[in-house]
């Protein structure tokens, strides 16, 4: 079952890993990022919510009370790290958009000290440092930032956003289906974005040609919709949680890091883009630290003695430290 699991979770970050190139190609076909991502977002929605209307209705219904939750999930961990991830591949290498994005449990390792008050592990700690070290790495600080700064802004963003996803899936609770989640933050990030994405104004007749966002490399532009929808995030979204299921979060989510490296390999054989030197020496230190980060926080806490204190209850004036968040997604890329 947990290799099986661990195989699933390799699938997911496989699939997710064609999300940047992708986006590339429907640039050289004519769309804006924002155009972009709207359409990923809207045709992937649909086609997950019809899915799941067919095979699992269930997982379709929202508890009145959780609409705010739903809500906020669609703009920040859907709507904000699309947006601001198909922004920030326009300016940067995918592999390193993907290097800086996944320095989010870093940020959650900073929002449950600084914000919840909570003490995490020692380990959180020392991964946060190498995270950040390794980032000076990849971004060659020492040679006052090599990369475009804007683009560089907007991937930590993502960055942010990404945190969100995580701190938000943590309280999704048992009262909502995984799937389900995505799907209607899919459909509501395309209903947020729909005013500044003005989707009516999108290039459709594009579709019908080729993309070559670099010399040597051309696809149909359909053939990049279809798998941004289909494969990079239908697909990827389904095993992501079929692969929770049977793997321990903390698990998860260190097997959906390869997804950097994935994505790093697809930009090169799709896009041409080799990173350099320091930007391999600096993504496996950032693997590392955001590696020790997220197994660090995802640890369960003690649980004191149930024949002296009730499992629900903390012992008077010895309450055990809020937990870390959980992320239930094999992928912090949703």
């Not at 320095?103 to 390792?109: H, I």
């Not at 938000?168 to 289906?177: K, P, Q």
């Not at 693997?287 to 020790?292: E, M, P, R, S």
Request: hydrophobic fraction near 55%.
């Amino acid at each position: 079952m947990r290799r099986a699991g661990v195989l699933i979770a390799l699938s997911s970050s496989l699939c997710f890993a064609f999300s940047g190139p992708m986006a590339k190609y429907l640039g050289a076909a004519g769309l804006v990022p924002l155009e972009a991502a709207w359409i990923r977002m809207a045709g992937a929605g649909l086609l997950l919510a019809g899915i799941l209307a067919v095979a699992r209705p269930a997982a379709l219904r929202i508890p009145r009370s959780r609409l705010p939750f739903f809500a906020a999930y669609a703009v920040i961990a859907v709507a904000g790290v699309q947006a601001l991830f198909f922004a920030a591949i326009t300016r940067l290498p995918v592999g390193v958009t993907l290097l800086i994005e996944f320095t989010s449990p870093v940020l959650v390792v900073l929002w449950v000290r600084f914000v919840r008050r909570a003490r995490p592990p020692r380990t959180a700690y020392v991964g946060a440092v190498v995270a950040v070290a390794g980032l000076g790495v990849v971004v060659e600080i020492w040679s006052g930032l090599t990369l475009d700064p804007l683009g560089l802004l907007l991937a930590v963003s993502a960055a942010a956003c990404c945190t969100g996803y995580f701190l938000l899936s943590e309280n999704s609770g048992a009262d909502i289906d995984p799937l389900g989640l995505v799907a209607w933050g899919l459909l509501g990030a395309a209903v947020v974005l729909t005013p500044i994405s003005r989707p009516w104004d999108i290039p459709w007749g594009a579709f019908g040609g080729t993309a070559t966002p670099v010399p040597g490399h051309t696809l149909p532009a359909v053939v990049a919709l279809v798998c941004l929808i289909v494969v990079a995030t239908v697909l990827a979204y389904i095993l992501g949680v079929l692969a929770v299921r049977r793997l321990s979060a903390a698990v998860g989510s260190t097997v959906a890091s390869l997804e950097v490296i994935a994505g790093a390999v697809a930009a090169w054989i799709l896009l041409g883009e080799a990173l350099g030197p320091f930007q391999i020496a600096g993504g496996a230190i950032v693997l590392v630290g955001a590696y020790l980060a997220q197994r660090a926080t995802a640890a369960p806490v003690p649980v004191p003695d149930a024949a002296v204190v009730p499992r629900d209850l903390p012992a008077p004036d010895t309450a055990p430290e809020p937990r870390a968040p959980r992320p239930r997604h094999s992928s912090p890329t949703p």
